[in-house]
Nanobody, 120 residues
């Protein structure tokens, strides 16, 4: 089982940027499709972005397309989420997710989450 630790969250003003990192241990992430999910207060956890094991295909929820970019560095065993043009509605706890099957993202291994707050 792979262990995941997110970092990089914090407070940012609207229009600002953050880069989240998800560091894996226990197993190499090259065996996993990776994803980012988020959960806002009082809401269910939702899909944000995903990347295949090869890194050749990425997918995003509509609300973040053109603003967020998911990437992976298998040599560093780390996945990233670059978030630009942040909006207050992006405020949430962001979770990293790993699954051996791209279609299984949303299950599998989870990190503990990192808080992102967008406000003025």
């Amino acid at each position: 089982q792979v262990q995941l630790v997110e970092s990089g969250g914090g407070w940012v003003q609207p229009g600002g940027s953050l880069r989240l990192s998800c560091a894996a241990s226990g197993r190499t992430i090259s065996s996993y499709a990776m994803g980012w999910f988020r959960q806002a207060p009082g809401k269910e956890r939702e899909f944000v972005a995903a990347i295949t094991r090869s890194g050749s295909i990425t997918d995003y929820t509509n609300s973040v397309k053109g603003r967020f970019t998911i990437s992976r560095d298998d040599a560093k065993n780390t996945v990233y989420l670059q978030m630009n043009s942040l909006k207050p509605e992006d405020t949430a706890v962001y979770f990293c997710n790993a699954h051996s099957d791209y279609n299984g993202l949303g299950f599998g291994s989870w990190g503990q989450g990192t808080q992102v707050t967008v406000s003025s």
